[in-house]
């Protein structure tokens, strides 16, 4: 795999007594070069036999691989607990799609973490199998990562599509702000016509709210953070109460924490200030 | 003051308990519009009567009054403390000097934090008084903080910057490879040139290892880390050993502790890595 995938290390700076690299590589799945950012801890260095557990990070509408790793302040943690975190960026990117850079919550930086479906999308906008898929598998053949201990997290849109994942995949999971109900709020709409077409039922597998309302499968435990102050909660862009409401009716099956923050927003400021809560919430499994 | 000045509220955000604002105003000394970012901590909301202690961040090439509050991971551990954090920009923006955006080491980003005396920069490159007076006047009258509980630190051009106002107006410092001795690196010579004219010995008062050779006022206690990796070490740039061998002259007078750290380079993830070290250094000062 490594020789068509053509890993190529861009980048890489110590930090923590770990090192952030950022590497580039062509994605067989989407269909262009991707890039993604690698934190390694102290005890994981690049030739290390130890294998450590890993977080996968998914941000939100318009940002790419860096935002989070850069402003969410989550290494000095990672690197005491001895974890490793991934950051894949948001969407394939220079595809030569019409117009995909041209709408902030479609196309480049707004990937929504599915399989597209309809003819414009589908040859490139496979973020579900690049993310559920292609980058576990070349994250674990090239770095020192346990592939049996490993968990997602994410923001917004990435809070979508971490949840979505793990209701498919049952593992533990934690968001903040996320895109609880796609299937019925504006940019989650507009969005998954685009790449799944009109039929609705089409979107139900990717949508949070839809799943779980229906989940009977492994154990899931979820941790939500929010905002009480969050422009895209007033929109109705995040309805976490219909996620609350779902998982009332599954909740055999999944086990939810929901803490809403008076007066946080929607930014990193918001997520660094909770971020070690969340890693303390994966290590308690990622580490057992 | 307050109407000349102009002071608008652009954006804040609710970080840590506390809440990082951004303002506008116009400065007198810089005749421009200015942009800082200021956190207030838990304990000192906006109205507050309790008044805390402040460390102004100096930032370095290239950087804006946003690169270290976002990047750094400051605001957990001065949220702790109690202790503000104001983050100035580098230099004076928009200022219609001819080329002012041109080149990355002189003009906007690069104010290198003097007062210039040529013809083409003086009118608007008082980036010495903005930073040594006037915004400190401007906080102090319009937030609640401590006027006799501040101190300063910052990286690279804006630890060099932070040594040597500590050495002209005593108190602690501490900075992150700062440049130590700018008469004598590329970077210093070509910006102090261009601010200060061609006689050297007007540059004098404006670098750090030129003032540690001769201090002899109050005790200075400074505290610097620097990468072993960093590309601007290597350049020459930054001359660390310079510093050092000039405080050896006055070391009745400054106390420095200098870290070398081993595998990091020049960026905020070297910083980040270190920011706790340096609060703690500083409020053991503005706490006693």
Redesign the interface.
């Known amino acids: 795999m490594s020789e068509s995938i053509d890993l190529s290390l861009i980048q890489s ?5 770990g090192t ?1 690299y950022k590497y580039e590589h062509y994605s067989p799945s989407l269909k262009c070069r991707m890039r993604f950012n690698i934190f390694l801890p102290p005890n994981a260095p690049l030739d290390s036999t130890t294998k450590v557990p890993v977080l996968y990070f998914l941000s939100g509408l318009t940002c790419n691989e860096d935002n989070m790793i ?2 969410a ?1 989550a ?2 943690l990672l690197s005491e607990q001895g974890i490793a975190l991934v950051t894949p960026d948001t969407s394939p990117r220079n595809t030569g799609i019409p117009g995909e850079d041209d709408i902030w919550s479609i196309g480049s930086g707004a990937g929504f973490y599915v399989d597209a479906t309809t003819d414009k999308w589908k040859e490139h906008y496979q973020m579900y199998t690049y993310i559920v898929s292609e980058l576990p598998e070349l994250i674990c053949s090239n770095f020192p990562i346990n592939k049996e201990k490993s968990s997602v997290f994410g923001h917004s849109m990435g809070g979508h599509g971490a949840i979505m994942i793990a209701l498919r995949n049952p593992g533990i999971v934690s968001a903040f702000a996320p895109i609880c109900h796609p299937s019925e709020c504006p940019v989650g709409t507009s969005a998954f016509e685009e790449y799944l077409g009109p039929n609705k039922s089409n979107w139900l597998d990717y949508d949070p709210t839809e799943l779980a309302s229906n989940y009977q499968s492994e154990h899931v435990n979820i941790l939500i953070d929010q ?1 009480s ?1 969050d422009a895209f909660l007033k929109e109705g862009n995040l309805l976490p109460d219909h996620f609350v409401a779902a998982v009332e009716n599954s909740k055999n099956y999944i086990t939810l924490e929901t803490h809403i923050q008076p ?3 929607h ?4 997520v ?2 909770f971020i070690n809560d969340h890693i303390d919430f994966h290590a308690k499994f990622l580490k057992s």
């Open positions: 700076n110590k930090c923590f007594g952030v850069t402003k302040g290494q000095r905002g102050d007066g946080y927003d930014s990193y400021w918001f660094q200030t």
